[in-house]
């Protein structure tokens, strides 16, 4: 995987993020402070932490759900700091929620319908969906992926959990994603469940890059190439997964704060 | 806590406009320091300071005389701008008191105002004490607000739009009990003499021929009140900042189960601020019985101010609704000096320029314009529980039951005489046309505006105003569809541009700040007679021939309306299964999700605002032919309101709900009389009914009559 990214990096494809000097502050109080990192295109990195280190400060910021209060923000090369978030999910960003964010009132198949919409153009379009549209063709394609097709008509409502995180992850699919970022995608599945999980990860096309926040060291290191640590909001370590798993400093903070 | 910040967006804490550091308008304490800080600004400051203490006490050159008018006409002004300016402060501080504290929308608040009003003159009268009538109606006023907030704000805690709902049911209700009660009298409250007279200020306003000067004389008692105001928001604003009392208030705000896990009694203290906040509006009833005078229609007119206050000063802020206050008691009173008749355009140009730039107020903290209205949770429930089963087609495959509706209403001519077409049917689709606009808006995409029929009247207006009337010397006479064509367009473009206005901010405030663009339309027409021709508005408006049918007829005319409100609900019907249908529920449900997946959610409302202006002036223009005639009662704000309540009363959650609403009202409106005299009630109480009817429908069945239906054949479809 690491020799795809390496690959496009040497055929001179700029990063697919890059973020210079980020600052976020709530009031007073700075959930990222002056942080600055780069992201191949292809690569998966992980984001590890405690509670409240800033991770998912740090996506609300690349997303544009919250701006930052200062820095920049380049994705693939261009500067989208001050874009709306949709304007971002256009040009190839994705995410998924920590707290599912999925319409509960409309079925599984109109909540991938949305998301492939969202992403094309017709936003505005007044034509009902018909069978042959190729968007139509796109939903189904992305429902038989995720493995939700026997409940392609049910209310999002009437889900069950695991199954929610998976139309989560679907709609994060949708359309051409270039870079996606995940936040806790395995928090509260059964262990059949994260290994699902940990197979569509490992199946996506290799020019996708993404970021994992992930607090299972098992699933996070099992499929990303580099990881990052966050401590109160800086980015606190670099480096390749074993380089990060055996740091005394990161056993330490990371293993302490978890358990405290 | 960053997980917490991170995962929710943050929350407006209206509480903590209270806070000393945003307090702008408050002195700050230590000029010295300023100055030594910044000599620009200080220095400007004092320069400005010098000129206005030169405009008010220097004798004017005729050259600004020339520019600005005669010195004693514009001081007059602003000190009636500034007195005004106090007599909003008082009744909107509570509106706003209770909004910021509890984030309750209290549309009782103008009912709280009237109340205290008439009480303060009942009692002023047979006690012949003004102070007595003070406290009277700040006992009764505050009464009637713990029982709102025990009967309804506590009860239905978390439902906000609910809530807004029943204080509006609530003031048609006692609106018209005091109506019955009281009569269409105007009523004025004597000061006191010590009060009474006019004070010498040592303003020179002209120089006599000897030389002497003429000073500027003001009624006492306004300047007593307005003091009074100033004394009343600087105590408000310092027990809010500086007591122990205060501080619970505040925290009660932020983590109310915080305060009651510490043991405080959060209820109570919540139950005492609604009752200083509506007895406030009771005293303040009783200053404006002494300025002006109490008569129906006072209680909307004095909520309407509220909102403009607290809309344009920062919703939640004691210190923004003082310079709210001011800024619109100014603007309204130099207003008529400069522009008569366009006074209230004023008004409304500096709400809509607070809207645009800064949409949470002056001071007002900023609201997220994205966030998910939790308070549109009723509708989304309402909508979703109206769900069909997919894949059952709904246009062309019409089921018997639907079948049977239409042929009945095709075949309606040959049983219905005129008098049920026009009268009860062709009234009933114009009605539930321009509900259906809302439901629209309010049903798919969450957004309950007031606008409706304001936008139908505009287009009703013009159509008068371009075309013919009996009133020749404004009507421009041109055809008949040229006319229509250039009202339609111009009422979309105007519900529009409101929309992309109103949809700066979300949830409850949607309700607040259309109401207030609509009351400044009604106004405007009762004011301007250049184009709206005032009180009297147009009359004789034709109803065109063409294609050699004289449409005016009852059964073409029955037709005709039949036709374009069929369509409407086709379309709205039509709209829900297109993709910008499912965009504009998914951004009713989620808007941050929304825009996740790359929807543009603003532009999306303001498109569902567009398609609700065209349905609403379609029926406008209908409304017009149907009346004959146009006056600022149309879209004043009883009939503003009634279409939310048809709306509501129907079932927002389907198409449908809007026509059996209209239905309803219109049946009601036609024969209650009867039922009224029938059960020895004077037949003027319809008000009363429609009022009470609605408070029903909003307590018992939040998904109106539609719901009602759906549980007595025993299909529960709420998932609840």
Redesign the interface.
């Known amino acids: 995987m690491a020799s795809v990214a390496e690959r496009l990096q040497a055929a001179g494809a700029v990063n697919a993020l890059e973020l210079r000097g980020v600052t976020r502050m ?1 009031g007073a ?1 700075a ?1 990222l402070t002056d942080i600055t990192l780069s992201v191949r295109p292809g690569e998966r990195r992980a984001v590890l932490g405690s ?4 991770k ?2 740090l ?2 910021c690349i ?4 701006p930052p209060t200062s820095g920049t923000i380049r994705f693939f090369g261009e500067d989208v700091t001050d874009f ?3 304007d971002r ?2 040009r190839g960003l994705r ?1 998924t ?3 599912s ?7 599984v ?2 909540n991938i ?3 492939c ?3 094309s153009r ?8 018909r069978r042959a549209d190729a968007l139509v063709q796109a939903a189904e394609e992305l429902l038989d992926a995720v493995h939700l097709v026997p409940v392609r ?1 049910l ?1 999002v ?1 009437e889900l069950a959990y695991g199954q929610q995180r998976q139309l989560e992850i679907a ?1 994060a699919l ?2 051409a994603p270039r870079f996606i970022l995940f936040d806790e995608p395995a928090a509260g599945l059964s262990p059949t469940e994260r290994s699902e999980l940990l197979e569509i990860l490992n199946a996506l096309p290799p020019h996708i890059g993404f970021i994992i926040i992930e607090h299972d060291m098992d699933v996070a290191l099992r499929v990303v190439d580099s990881v990052t640590m966050m401590h109160n ?1 800086r980015i606190f370590k670099e480096g390749r997964p074993e380089e990060i798993e055996s740091d005394p400093e990161v056993q330490e903070l990371y293993l302490g704060g978890a358990h405290a | ?3 917490r ?3 929710q ?2 929350a407006p804490r209206a509480g903590a406009a209270f806070a000393p550091g945003t307090a702008a308008v408050m002195p700050a304490a230590g000029g010295g320091g300023v100055i030594a800080r910044h000599p620009v600004w200080a220095t400007v400051v004092a320069v400005l300071i010098l000129l206005l203490a030169w405009l008010v006490f220097g004798a004017w050159p005729a050259g600004l005389i020339a520019v600005l008018g005669r010195k004693r006409v514009v001081l007059n002004a602003v000190l009636n701008g500034l007195t005004l300016g106090g007599l909003y402060f008082l009744v909107a501080s509570g509106f706003t008191l209770i909004f910021g504290l509890m984030r309750n929308v209290n549309l009782a608040h103008g009912t709280l105002y009237l109340l205290g009003g008439y009480v303060g003159y009942v009692v002023g009268v047979a006690s012949g004490s003004w102070l007595l009538a003070f406290v009277a109606a700040a006992a009764a006023s505050a009464l009637l607000g713990l029982l709102l907030q025990w009967g309804v704000f506590r009860r239905m805690e978390g439902e906000d739009l609910r809530q807004t709902l029943v204080t509006i049911g609530i003031s048609i209700v006692v609106g018209d009990l005091m109506l019955w009660v009281f009569g269409g009298d105007f009523y004025q409250i004597q000061a006191p003499d010590s009060l009474l007279g006019a004070v010498k200020l040592p303003i020179v306003v002209a120089t006599r021929g000897d030389g002497s000067a003429v000073l500027l004389t003001y009624p006492r008692v306004r300047l007593v009140v307005f003091a009074a105001s100033v004394v009343i928001g600087v105590l408000m604003w310092l027990a809010l900042n500086r007591t122990r009392i205060g501080m619970m208030i505040r925290a009660g705000v932020d983590d109310r189960d915080m305060l009651v896990a510490f043991g405080k009694p959060v209820q109570l203290i919540f139950a005492a601020v609604f009752a200083f906040g509506a007895g406030l509006a009771g005293i303040a009833g009783v200053v404006g019985g002494t300025f002006q005078s109490l008569a129906p229609g006072e209680d909307t007119h004095f909520l309407l101010a509220s909102l403009v206050v607290v809309i344009v000063g920062g919703m939640g802020s004691i210190p923004g609704a003082a310079l709210g206050a001011l800024l619109i008691g100014l603007s309204e009173q130099v207003g008529i000096v400069y522009l008569p008749t366009y006074s209230v355009v004023l008004t409304f140009l500096i709400m809509v320029a607070v809207l645009a730039f800064r949409p949470a107020g002056l001071l007002g903290r900023h609201v997220a314009p994205a966030q998910a209205g939790a308070s549109m949770a009723l509708l ?2 309402a ?2 529980a109206r ?1 069909r089963p ?2 059952e087609p709904v246009v062309f495959g019409l089921r018997a039951p639907t079948l049977v509706v239409i042929a009945a209403l095709l075949l309606m001519p040959l049983v219905a005489n005129g008098f049920f077409l026009v009268q009860v049917f062709a009234w009933s689709f114009v009605l539930g046309m321009i509900a259906l606009g809302l439901t629209v808006l309010a049903g798919y995409g969450g957004m309950v505006s007031l606008l409706q029929m304001t936008v139908a009247g505009i287009a009703g207006y013009l159509v008068a105003v371009f075309g013919h009337s009996g009133v020749t010397t404004v009507s421009l006479g041109w055809p008949w569809w040229a006319a229509v064509l250039a009202a339609i367009l111009i009422a979309v473009a105007f519900g529009t541009v409101s929309g992309a206005l109103a949809v700066r901010t979300a949830g409850i405030y949607t309700i607040m700040i259309t109401l207030a663009i609509a009351s400044a339309f009604f106004y405007l027409t009762l004011e301007n007679y250049a184009i709206f021709n005032g009180f009297s508005g147009f009359n004789s408006v034709p109803v065109p021939h063409v294609f050699g049918i004289d449409w005016r007829r009852p059964v073409a005319f029955y037709y005709l309306v039949l036709f374009w409100a069929g369509l409407a609900y086709v379309v709205a019907v ?2 829900r ?4 249908g ?2 504009l ?2 951004a009713r ?2 808007p ?10 603003t ?2 409302r303001v ?1 569902a605002y567009a398609i609700a202006s065209l349905i609403a002036a379609v029926g406008g223009v209908l409304l017009v032919w149907l009346n004959g005639e146009i006056a600022p009662g149309t879209a004043g704000v009883g009939p503003v309101v009634d279409i939310l309540v048809i709306a509501v009363v129907g079932g927002i959650g389907d198409p449908i709900g809007a026509f059996i609403g209209a239905l309803i009202f219109v049946l009601l409106r036609t024969f209650a009389s009867d039922a009224l005299t029938f059960v020895g009630l004077n037949q003027e109480r319809f008000q009363l009914l429609i009022g009470l009817g609605f408070l029903l429908i909003v307590f018992f069945s939040p998904d109106g009559v539609l719901g009602l239906w759906a549980r007595w054949r025993g299909r529960p479809r709420a ?1 609840a």
């Open positions: 709530f109080l959930a509670n409240g280190a800033g998912t400060t996506f609300n997303t544009g759900d919250f709306p978030p949709q999910i256009r995410r929620y920590q707290i964010q999925l319409f509960a009132g409309m079925t198949f109109e319908y949305l998301g919409r969202g992403v017709g936003r505005f379009s007044m034509r009902p969906p008509d209310l409502a709609l949708a359309g909001g | 806590m960053s997980e910040l991170a995962t967006p943050p989304a429930a909508a979703a769900r997919r894949g039509f709209l299964r297109t993709p910008f499912l965009a529920q998914g449900d989620n941050r999700r929304m825009a996740a997946l790359g929807f543009n959610v532009a999306h498109a998932a």
